[in-house]
């Protein structure tokens, strides 16, 4: 009698206990195991042991309540609190809700054993607790552009001194930036241009799409009127809402009438192709203003400089990109104690420095908790 008491509670523990899913993968990866746990007496597991198991890009959309979940390069977009999930246009059940709980989302095994196989024929099968699956697709950020703006016959903003370009500047700060991504980092990092050279701006965001990059970071220094103005904000793209970032977006974007060739030149960066562009770079917004948001942190607590905060404005210099972009503005040179800081080359290692910290958290949340 005992001994059945002693089985029966050893039955109950097991069958309460937290359950794993075994994920075999067709070449020489090393296999991974998904973790599963009851919840209200169904199977579930964590949202991110898709990113272990499938490299999956995973995005969360609190207002619209819905994770969208990258895959093999395809998406599905899961809703939160319901049983439902899009992929394409067809429209599939898992049987049980996805939950959310205290910040975490939680998907039932239907999804891996049913769903997947499904979805993925080609690449995942499911049989005896184990699923067989193709090498997943790696969307990690990888390679970055890095865009020290101006060059060449446009110096971009000229100091309170008359003596120094931005164009001057941002180069060794870009310069210096790169070193420290490829030394510390496994990025593969791209400049825009690595001498005093004139790119213009279309062509500097074609080269970052042509190069597959993740991410575009465009540096550069201010101007005003008011020699009074100063200090550091990090712009993603958007329509500029006040006049003071209507003021950073006509002196950035008045490049193209003055040095590609007119109004004719404006006219191409306003035609359909950018409009479409400008489309693409929606889809990113959620990203970029993130990124924008890390890189201003960082920056205002790593130098002394007034915080001017994330904005936002329309730069044609952006419009282009097809992956998160932000444009840097690391000081007014118009301004005489700042044009003396961005001169400075400890001051300017320590802005490359920020924001080399601020790319490895962004790119560190974006591959680990996506």
Same mark, same amino acid.
């Given at each position: ?15 309460? @206990? ?8 067709? @070449?020489?990866?090393?296999?991974? *195991? ?23 890009? &995973?995005?969360?959309? *609190? ?5 969208? *979940?990258? &895959? ?51 690449? &995942? ?66 400049? @825009? ?11 500097? @965001? ?25 200090? &550091? ?60 948001? *890390? ?76």
């Amino acid at each position: 009698m005992r001994r059945a008491v002693f089985f029966f509670l050893f039955l109950v523990y097991v069958l309460s @206990t937290d359950a794993s899913l075994r994920v075999e993968y067709n @070449t020489s990866l090393a296999p991974e *195991i998904i973790n599963t746990e009851k919840i209200e007496g169904e199977e579930y597991f964590n949202v991110f042991e898709l990113n272990k198991a499938f490299k999956a890009h &995973i995005k969360e959309d *609190i207002l619209d309540q819905r994770l969208k *979940i990258n &895959i093999y390069d395809n998406q599905l977009v899961v809703l939160i609190n319901a049983s439902y999930l899009f992929h394409g246009n067809k429209l599939y059940n898992c049987g049980q809700p996805v939950l959310a709980r205290q910040g975490k989302y939680y998907l039932p095994v239907s999804f891996l054993t049913d769903i997947l196989p499904l979805l993925y024929p080609e690449q &995942i099968s499911y049989d005896s607790n184990v699923i067989r699956a193709a090498t997943p697709v790696d969307s990690s950020i990888r390679k970055i552009v890095i865009d020290p703006g101006h060059g060449g016959k446009d110096p971009g903003a000229v100091g309170f001194s008359k003596e120094n370009y931005e164009k001057d500047i941002v180069l060794r700060i870009a310069l210096y930036l790169k070193k420290l991504l490829r030394e510390k980092t496994d990025l593969d990092v791209v400049l @825009t241009r690595e001498s005093d050279d004139f790119v213009s701006l279309q062509e500097r @965001t074609q080269l970052a799409n042509r190069a597959n990059a993740d991410l575009f970071v465009s540096l550069h220094c201010n101007a005003n009127l008011s020699n009074k103005v100063n200090g &550091i904000e990090v712009y993603y793209l958007s329509t500029a809402i006040t006049d003071e970032d209507r003021a950073a977006e006509a002196l950035e974007n008045s490049v193209v009438y003055d040095f590609e060739g007119g109004e004719e030149a404006v006219k191409r960066y306003d035609d359909l192709a950018f409009i479409l562009a400008d489309m693409a770079q929606n889809e990113q917004l959620v990203e970029s203003y993130e990124l924008s948001s *890390i890189l201003q942190n960082n920056l205002v607590s790593s130098v002394d400089c007034r915080n001017n905060g994330v904005r936002q404005a329309n730069f044609y210099v952006l419009r282009g990109a097809y992956m998160p972009a932000v444009l840097v503005e690391l000081g007014y040179l118009t301004n005489k104690e700042e044009e003396k800081k961005l001169i400075n080359e400890s001051y300017q290692d320590k802005l490359a420095q920020a924001i080399y910290h601020g790319i490895k958290n962004f790119k560190y949340k974006f591959d680990q908790i996506q």
